[in-house]
DNA sequence: CCATCTTCCTTCGAAATCGAAGATAGAGCG
DNA sequence: CGCTCTATCTTCGATTTCGAAGGAAGATGG
């Protein structure tokens, strides 16, 4: 395996480091725009930058109106992120430059319900797989990172009453994952992961609900740029009371949560009881695409569901976008549904700019974001 | 009238003069801690600032454990602020320092029917009396502010749909007050006012939900320490649709809105329909102290709406606090029938370590809150 | 009361940062 | 092509900031 050393950035050379990692400035000028440095500060560090083998200059970029700027970039060699995003029944896993690129992503089977260490253990071990297959030599690597379906205490890392993953209540996931490296250990809920890696492709857009909607429904909110924990919880949507006519139990003690209607683990337990087996929530969506009317159905009125509470957090937060992602984003009428129940029901000085879009970002965004998290935490 | 020259701070002072002024600092010592500076630093601009007279020395505080520190103080002489909380039928209006001490407030009835022109020509000529009557001689004025009781548009310091201001739509508010003075100008939400204003009385609390309930119901977000204003209309929780047997259209269109049966106005018109007749809010209050079962019972309700409405906020902004204001926070029953509510349906992560309580940061709360973001303004 | 500790604040040489001026490299246009 | 314009980047002296060391003032505890 690579070398662990820590990366030798001090005071300005790590925002300097981050700005250009995390794509904000590509070339001196602009960093010192957005860093507020003076321009010979700038490139005093740029050039330390290089010669510590960390930043590379790269061509140039393309000229507004003057000379053309010479475009910077983190140095492959630079280090290397391992993340990954842990699913209930499978895990996308991957290995990213620090300026978040990917050199190789994987999805892998697993099984969260054999506890906390075998998954950890095996995340773990992947990750060393991946490493040797394709980290280059020499390269070391600077953080580890992983998603969870679940809450989790940001202060601690551990993972604090998940509906869905039994064994893990108040496991300390971080430092188990630690464990194994002498790195910048990153842990944090999944939903929250996805919004920081969709911000990077909204640019401009500095507050961002970033909706998944999966087996279960969760949200990430971005503020001022800046993901937003509160004390950790922050961005639940999923035990929200909703109106319905009926009225169901859900797991956490209340009547008529959304989870309990709009969740794709609640789409497929209503299929299922009109006869129509499914494995996944993916399978819904492809039974929406074939036009199965009672799937349709239960997705059109999810929507309309999740878009009700939405309206609420609309009005008071006043985001620039609602992002849709998660494996049930792709299922059209979940979006219009949601569109529909938005724009109809909240104050129109909250919807005036507001976009409701799916996810730009691609299925390697919460790897992305990882990255991004994790970035923070090794040159913090 | 007093001067109107600029305040001479520059670079780092101005970072300094801010954290005395808004009370994070009174020592040399903490602005070091908090600014970031070398201790050097500090006791240089410190050394300026009080030569330019704009911090002085005031004695020592307490020790702890050491050396005792030598507290500064912003200069009384170093300017005043001239703010306004403008409400339906009268007016707040005050004089404070640059530290947000209040030289003088005063209560005075107005009428915002009145239209904008005359309302905030009112407002103007208060000012001048004000700095007439007890403006000291030779401090200068260094900005003006006032609230508003409906949403504002930031950026451009107007007015926007009203529901409670006849011919103020989209009406230009800071830059009419504005031409009456060559300063900064601050236009800003009423609820947000009470928010940043309440927030000085919250220190540790960084995420902060304040509820304003007067004639309407209103709501200022502080995240991270921050007001968050979205894109200007953020906080809005008046028209959530609740939950209720009967059904009422409100004046947004829309049925079913939290404002037409939670908000003062609402609860007097019910009162009026039982034959009680009130006034004011306050009035509403004063028939539950004095044990009348209707007016008990309407607030109760109120309560409940409110606190289901803001369950759905906790479990996604996971706050710190929820504060209530405004002229019927001092009902007991709207308290603990928002207490009920929240604490039994918020997830129990959410509401571990909530606080639900009502304004510590007394009847000019509103005021401090446009002093300190005037302050921002004189010192941006 | 005196030695010791903690905290607050200042002094002073070293290092980082700034800003104005200039050098560099292209765009735009006749 | 040559002229001007604009934007990017560098050079260099002036300014600001840092940080280690030390002095000042009070707390603590025998």
Redesign the pocket.
Known sequence: MSGKERLPVR??QGDLLRLVATGHAE???????IS????????????ELIDTGLLVEEG??T??????????RVSPAAGLLAVADLGAHHARLGLLDLSGVPLVVEERACDIALGPEATLDWIAASFDELLIAHGPPGVPLRGVGTGIPGPVDPASGRVVSPSRMPGWNNFPVAEHLGAHYDLPVLVENDANLLAVGEARSWPGFDNLMVLKAGSGIGCGVIVDGRLHRGRGAAGDISHVRVRTDSSTMCSCGHPDCLEAYASGAALMDALAGLGIATRRPADVVALVEDGVPEATALVRNAGRLIGEVLTVLVNFLNPDAIVVGGSLSTAEPLISAIRAAVYERCLPLATRDLEIAVTRGGPDAALLGAGSLLLDAVLG
Chains 1, 2 share one sequence.
Not at 27 to 33: D, E, K, P, V
């Open positions: 005071g300005a070339s001196r000028a602009q960093l010192a725009r507020g440095l003076a321009a010979s500060s700038v490139s005093l560090r740029v050039e140039s970029g000229s507004s109106g003057g000379r053309r700027p010479r475009r910077l």
